[in-house]
């Protein structure tokens, strides 16, 4: 067993284990933003503005019949 090799892929799984890790925290601090900023939303508008910007096409016509 050769242990320069060992030590090289050691070394590698290392590098890649703490660049996953890395890629992680930063997914998990912009959805962490992202919350942040629906419950700054959700704080400071009412029903109707989220209702509106869930479905816009509702509301802007009246279809009558006489």
């Given at each position: 067993?050769?242990?320069?090799?060992?030590?090289?892929?050691?070394?590698q799984?290392?590098?890649?284990?703490?660049?996953?890790?890395?890629?992680?925290?930063?997914?998990?601090?912009?959805?962490?933003?992202?919350?942040?900023?629906?419950?700054?939303?959700?704080?400071?508008?009412?029903?109707?503005?989220?209702?509106?910007?869930?479905?816009?096409?509702?509301?802007?016509?009246?279809?009558?019949?006489?």
């Amino acid at each position: 067993m050769d242990i320069a090799l060992v030590s090289m892929a050691l070394s590698q799984g290392k590098v890649q284990q703490q660049a996953s890790i890395s890629v992680m925290k930063k997914a998990m601090g912009s959805a962490e933003q992202q919350g942040e900023a629906l419950q700054k939303l959700m704080s400071t508008t009412n029903s109707v503005n989220i209702q509106h910007a869930a479905q816009p096409h509702l509301g802007r016509s009246i279809d009558l019949k006489l």
